[in-house]
């Protein structure tokens, strides 16, 4: 099991670019208000923070979670935005859903960095957390597209196939596309899709 605050301590983290993800940014140009909806945005895996304070820049009120206290630390030293909030929690686990709601969910590097035998989890966890008609808003990386690609990780392999068997549940897929914006590297590799709870 990967101990992600001992990662952040010794400073192994190669998915921290110091920027929000340019598909995100890509998206926020892109988007109306009704696909985050009024109430709060909610970023799982946040890291040090940028994706949730890009979000907040947009004025979404967005909140973030990640497991690593070492990841939290280092979200709240930024200077706040607007009312962006973090968190250390699991979002996995059924205790973290108690007395929360959100109208949108941001996805990126979360999905791919947990055990895939958890990903049902992940996909309940998005139910639970979303109210009725909110979005799990996510770019995704597909790996498996690249034959040269490791099949340990993190990050974990995955397809489109997989995504849509793992949401169908709860959720329905309304939008799809490859981003234009990556960071150098995953050009190709990333998928941006909303899925709609119902």
């Known amino acids: 099991m990967t101990d992600w605050n001992e990662r952040y301590k010794i400073g192994d983290t190669p998915w921290e670019k110091g920027a929000a993800a340019p598909p995100l940014i890509e998206l926020l140009g892109k988007t109306q208000e009704e696909i985050?909806?009024?109430?709060?945005?909610?970023?799982?895996?946040?890291?040090?923070?940028?994706?949730?304070?890009?979000?907040?820049?947009?004025?979404i009120t967005a909140v973030g979670v990640d497991l690593a206290r070492e990841a939290i630390r280092r979200a709240e030293v930024f200077p706040r935005i607007s009312d962006e909030t973090y968190e250390q929690g699991d979002f996995l686990?059924?205790?973290?859903?108690?007395?929360?709601?959100?109208?949108?969910?941001w996805e990126h590097?979360?999905?791919?960095?947990?055990?895939?035998?958890?990903?049902?989890?992940?996909?309940?966890?998005?139910?639970?957390?979303?109210?009725?008609?909110?979005?799990?808003i996510g770019v995704f990386f597909l790996t498996a597209q690249d034959p040269g690609e490791e099949q340990q990780g993190p990050p974990f392999n995955s397809t489109i196939?997989?995504?849509?068997?793992?949401?169908?549940?709860?959720?329905?897929?309304?939008?799809?596309?490859v981003p234009?914006?990556?960071?150098?590297?995953?050009?190709?590799?990333?998928?941006?899709?909303?899925?709609?709870?119902?």
């Open 36 to 59: 985050w909806g009024s109430g709060r945005t909610l970023v799982p895996g946040c890291g040090s923070g940028h994706d949730v304070r890009a979000l907040a820049t947009a004025g």
């Open 161 to 177: 196939s997989e995504l849509d068997e793992r949401f169908a549940r709860w959720f329905d897929r309304i939008k799809e596309w």
């Open 93 to 105: 686990e059924k205790d973290f859903a108690e007395g929360k709601t959100f109208s949108a969910i």
């Open 109 to 136: 590097t979360c999905f791919c960095a947990i055990d895939p035998q958890r990903r049902e989890n992940y996909a309940e966890s998005c139910s639970r957390l979303l109210q009725s008609g909110g979005h799990l």
């Open 180 to 198: 234009e914006s990556s960071y150098p590297g995953r050009k190709g590799k990333e998928w941006l899709a909303i899925y709609r709870k119902r």
